[in-house]
């Protein structure tokens, strides 16, 4: 157990919609990681947060957003969903923002039907 | 700019043999870089980390891996396979300044091991 917690394991839904997963990272952790995963984009890094401020953007689309809250929880909100958005999203935390050492959740499975 | 390579997208090895994957990455600074383990179904669990110490570096689970410079190259090892060791296994590069942006995954090497 990693002590990295993301909700809800499984999620389906239709185009369109929007969903929003939720990671808490481990205690005392102050830097959460969003991560997508899928067969033919392996994992992509999405964006980054370092106490409460956003760090470090990647690959993430205009639709989808996140922050990152005073308790250090985070929130990854994914609107006007398509089919390729269909993924594993991973939430990874670390004690600071400048190691590769990284904690990951268990993720939270994403279907667009 | 930095990047990393893992040369094998599938390996396979009978129970009780070496495992060798392959990870080759590129870096214009001093790189530190580690070995991430996804057994099916979980997250990505930290099997070893390289930051500039030791060459050899020991992980967890018997798996260690070696870093050369001159081949520019951080192969994972294990001297016996074990059915449990079967999962994708990511080489990871970081260097430069600190930006999770920075953190490049490789496209991960699947270990099959057979009975």
């Known amino acids: 157990d990693s002590g990295v917690t993301q909700t809800p394991k499984h999620l389906i839904t239709a185009t369109g919609q929007r969903v929003t997963l939720r990671c808490s990272p481990r205690?005392?952790?102050?830097?959460v990681y969003w991560y997508q995963q899928s067969l033919d984009q392996g994992l992509q890094f999405l964006i980054q947060?370092?106490?409460?401020?956003?760090?470090a953007k990647g690959n993430i689309l205009e639709r989808f957003s996140a922050q990152q809250f005073p308790d250090l929880h985070s929130e990854l909100n994914l609107s006007s969903l398509e089919l390729g958005d269909s993924a594993l999203y991973f939430c990874?935390?670390?004690?600071?923002?400048?190691?590769?050492?990284?904690?990951f959740g268990e993720g939270s499975r994403l279907t667009v039907l | 700019a930095q990047s990393v390579t893992q040369l094998d997208s599938h390996v396979s090895v009978s129970e009780g043999t070496p495992v060798l994957l392959r990870c080759n990455y590129s870096?214009?600074?001093?790189?530190?870089l580690f070995w991430y383990v996804q057994h099916p179904n979980k997250g990505l669990q930290l099997l070893l980390k390289?930051?500039?110490?030791?060459?050899l570096v020991k992980g967890i689970n018997g798996f260690e891996a070696e870093f050369k410079k001159s081949e520019t190259s951080f192969h994972l090892t294990k001297p016996s396979a074990h059915m449990s060791d079967a999962a994708e296994y990511f080489c990871?590069?970081?260097?430069?300044?600190?930006?999770?942006?920075?953190?490049?995954f490789g496209s991960g090497t699947r270990l099959s091991i057979r009975p």
């Open positions: 990871v590069v970081m260097g430069g300044y600190s930006s999770a942006s920075k953190i490049i």
């Open positions: 870096s214009s600074y001093s790189p530190s």
């Open positions: 990874a935390s670390s004690l600071q923002g400048d190691t590769g050492e990284l904690f």
């Open positions: 205690s005392g952790d102050l830097s």
């Open positions: 947060y370092y106490n409460g401020e956003e760090r």
């Open positions: 390289y930051t500039s110490a030791a060459t």
